[in-house]
C-alpha cells in the first residue's frame, strides 16, 4: 500500500475517532521515526509517554523476539514465568504487596476503582463515594471516564458511574472537607499529564494521605503516564514523601505492548478474592518478557540520574528562552509541559513540519515528553526547533 491508499483506506473504513496528520510512519530506532517519504522525525512524544527507551531498543527486541519464538499467550488460567518475574520486580521496587495485572491504563485505574469499592463495602455498605480532580485524566472506560475531569469526553456517554465527587485539584480544605466516612478512594495523578503536566504540591499529597487515613478511604495515585523513572524518580509519588494504598500503571511498561498494573498493598490485596476480577489477555508470557526488559533498564541509578540531569537541562533551556509566548514551564524529569500565550496545536504542526514531533496537553500547553534515552544534543535540536516555531507564529 502507498502512502494515499493507507491514508484512504483509514477513512473509509477506521471508525473517526482520531484526527491524524497526513504521515504514514514505517520505522523507529531510538530517538527517531522515520516515514514512508523517508523523512526523519525526532520523537519528543514517545508514542505518549509509552516507548521509554526509544524506538527499537536492541535488548527490548531481542527479548521479544526470543519470547515470541517460545511461548506468547496461555491465558491467566495457568502460571508462567515472565508474569511471575514481573510482578516480584514491581512489588519489591514500591510500596506495594501484589499487584494486579490488565491491558491498559484505562483497565489499571478500573481495577483500582473496583478494589477500592470492594475494600469500602467491607468496611460499610454505604462506602462507595469516589473523589476525583479538575484536570485528571483516567482513561475512557466507563468507570475511568467517570472519573476523569474533562466534560467534552464524559457528557456524550452520560450516566456514568454515580458517586464521583471533583474537587479543585491541589486545593487541600475542598478536599479535606469532602473526603468522609462514606468515601471510599480518592483518586490523584502526582503529576497531572493530560491535563496540563500540573504537578502535585507534596502539602496535597500529604494531606490527602492523611484524609484518607483518618476515613479508612484509599489513596489512588494514577502513575500510568508519570511513573516508572519518567519524573527521574523510579516512582512520581517517591519524592513527596508519600505512598498511595493502589498505585496504576501502564503507557511505558512494557515499551509499547499493551499492558496495565494495578499496585495494592496487603490490606487491599486481603479483600480480593479469586474470581472477583481478571482478564484473558494481561500479563502474557510476551508482553512481560518486555516489560522485564523495560522495567531493569529504568531502575539503574545511573538510568534514573540521567533522566533527571537530562530534564532538568530541557526544564532550563526551556526557561531561559525569553519568549514573550511561554508563560510557564512546569513539570518534572522528562515530563515537561509549556504553556503558551497562544494556542499549542498550530506550534506542534509548526514542529512536525521541521522534523520535531511534540505533544498537547489542553489547549495552549505544549507537552514533552521524549524516550527517556534522549541526550543534550538532540534536546538542543528540540528546543532551537520549538524556539524558531514560537518566533515564527507572532
Ligand atoms: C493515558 C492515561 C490513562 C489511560 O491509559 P490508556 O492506556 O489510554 O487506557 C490513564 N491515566 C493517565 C494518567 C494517563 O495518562
Known amino acids: ?37 523517508g523523512n526523519q522525525y525526532l520523537d519528543f512524544t514517545s508514542g505518549i509517554a509509552v516507548t521509554s527507551l526509544g524506538h527499537s531498543d536492541p535488548d527490548w527486541v531481542t527479548a521479544v523476539t526470543q519470547q515470541a519464538a517460545q511461548l506468547t499467550h496461555v491465558s491467566n488460567l495457568f502460571h508462567t514465568a515472565p508474569q511471575a518475574q514481573l510482578a516480584q520486580k514491581l512489588v519489591q521496587n514500591s510500596f506495594a504487596d501484589k499487584v494486579f495485572f490488565c491491558n491498559s491504563g484505562a483497565e489499571a485505574n478500573e481495577a483500582a476503582l473496583k478494589f477500592a469499592r470492594k475494600v469500602g ?88 494521605r492523611a484524609a484518607c487515613n483518618a476515613h479508612h478511604a484509599l489513596l489512588i495515585f494514577d502513575e500510568v503516564q508519570c511513573g516508572l523513572g519518567r519524573t527521574g524518580t523510579l516512582w512520581a509519588y517517591q519524592p513527596f514523601g508519600v505512598s498511595p494504598d493502589i498505585m496504576t500503571l501502564a503507557k511505558p511498561l512494557a515499551g509499547g505492548l499493551p499492558i496495565g498494573a494495578a499496585l495494592v498493598t496487603q490490606a487491599v490485596a486481603e479483600v480480593i478474592q479469586p474470581g472477583d476480577h481478571g482478564s484473558t489477555f494481561a500479563a502474557g508470557p510476551l508482553v512481560c518478557a518486555a516489560a ?19 530534564g532538568a537541562y530541557l ?42 514531533l511534540i505533544l498537547t496537553a489542553g489547549d495552549d500547553v505544549l507537552r514533552l515528553a521524549p524516550p527517556l534515552i534522549v541526550s543534550k544534543g538532540e534536546i538542543d535540536t528540540a528546543v532551537t526547533t520549538i524556539a524558531a516555531c514560537l518566533e515564527e507564529s507572532s
Not at 541509578?301 to 533522566?307: K, N, T
Not at 514573550?324 to 504553556?339: P, S
Open 315 to 356: 526544564k532550563h533551556r526551556l526557561q531561559t528562552l525569553e519568549l514573550e509566548q511561554i508563560v510557564d514551564v512546569r513539570g518534572q524529569g522528562l515530563l515537561l509541559g509549556v504553556a503558551l500565550n497562544q494556542p499549542a496545536a498550530p506550534i506542534m504542526a509548526a514542529a512536525r513540519a521541521k522534523g520535531l
Open 121 to 208: 463495602k467491607s468496611h460499610h455498605e454505604d462506602k462507595t463515594k469516589i473523589v476525583a480532580f479538575s484536570g485528571g485524566f483516567h482513561g475512557r472506560t466507563m468507570g475511568s471516564l467517570s472519573a476523569t475531569y474533562k466534560a467534552q469526553y464524559r457528557e456524550p456517554f452520560a450516566p456514568l458511574v454515580p458517586g464521583v465527587t471533583f474537587l479543585p485539584f491541589n486545593d487541600l480544605p475542598a478536599a479535606q472537607a469532602a473526603i468522609d466516612d462514606d468515601t471510599c478512594a480518592v483518586i490523584v495523578e502526582p503529576i497531572q499529564g493530560e491535563g496540563g503536566v500540573n504537578p502535585a504540591t507534596a502539602e496535597f499529597l500529604q494531606g490527602l
Open 292 to 310: 522485564n526488559v523495560v522495567f531493569d533498564k529504568i531502575n539503574q541509578q545511573p538510568f534514573l540520574q540521567a533522566v533527571q540531569e537530562n
Open 1 to 37: 500500500m502507498n502512502k494515499q491508499a493507507i491514508i484512504q483506506a483509514e477513512a473509509d473504513y477506521v471508525l473517526h475517532t482520531y484526527n491524524r496528520p497526513d504521515i504514514v510512519f514505517s520505522h523507529g530506532e531510538g530517538m527517531y521515526l522515520y516515514d514512508s517519504d
